[in-house]
């Protein structure tokens, strides 16, 4: 159990990091607050969210993140950026909120959700196929203005990822 709690404590931390670069203006005073609850089903199929102090392999989480710009000035183009940590956490499609929502497999090229690629099929055609979101590393949404005292929050849902088996344990 203690490992979960580890890394849970650890994908928050690596979340946080990049979402606080986020103003496009640099002389903007933005802050973000990032939350991770856990969706729990009772035995009617009925949400309830719980504080995420630790989670297992299979778990689906909410993260939240709330940008205030606490500054005297209004904040142009912010941008908000939701990473997904490789190995630990997958994406669940059309979880966003806001639903528009740019994702990235790299961190540096967004393009809107649901992302598409062109595969190369055994007889030369190519054919577009849609990207599994299990493949998703980075969520970005455009936050637009942010006025003083103002706020804006995005969040989206991911599921713990299960431990995979391989010659020198759990990977």
Not at 77 to 88: E, F, G, H, I, Q
Not at 108 to 115: H, I, M, T, V, Y
Request: with cysteine.
């Amino acid at each position: 159990m203690k490992n979960h709690e580890l890394l849970l404590t650890a994908i928050l931390c690596v979340a946080a990091l990049p979402s606080t670069a986020t103003a496009a203006d640099a002389g903007g005073d933005v802050q973000v607050a990032l939350t991770a609850q856990r969706i729990v089903l009772d035995r009617n199929g009925k949400e309830t969210l719980t504080e995420a102090r630790e989670a297992r392999p299979g778990d689906v989480l909410e993260y939240r993140a709330v940008y205030r710009n606490q500054g005297k000035q209004a904040v142009r183009n912010v941008l908000a950026v939701l990473p997904v940590p490789l190995n630990s956490l997958s994406y669940i499609p059309a979880s966003a909120n806001p639903q528009r929502v740019w994702a990235s497999l790299d961190g540096r090229k967004f393009e809107l959700a649901p992302l598409l690629r062109t595969v190369i099929l055994p007889d030369g055609k190519r054919e577009i196929r849609p990207v599994p979101a299990s493949e998703y590393r980075y969520l970005r949404w455009n936050l637009g203005e942010l006025k003083p005292g103002a706020q804006a929050t995005v969040a989206a849902r991911m599921r713990m990822a299960q431990p995979e088996q391989g010659a020198g344990g759990v990977k």
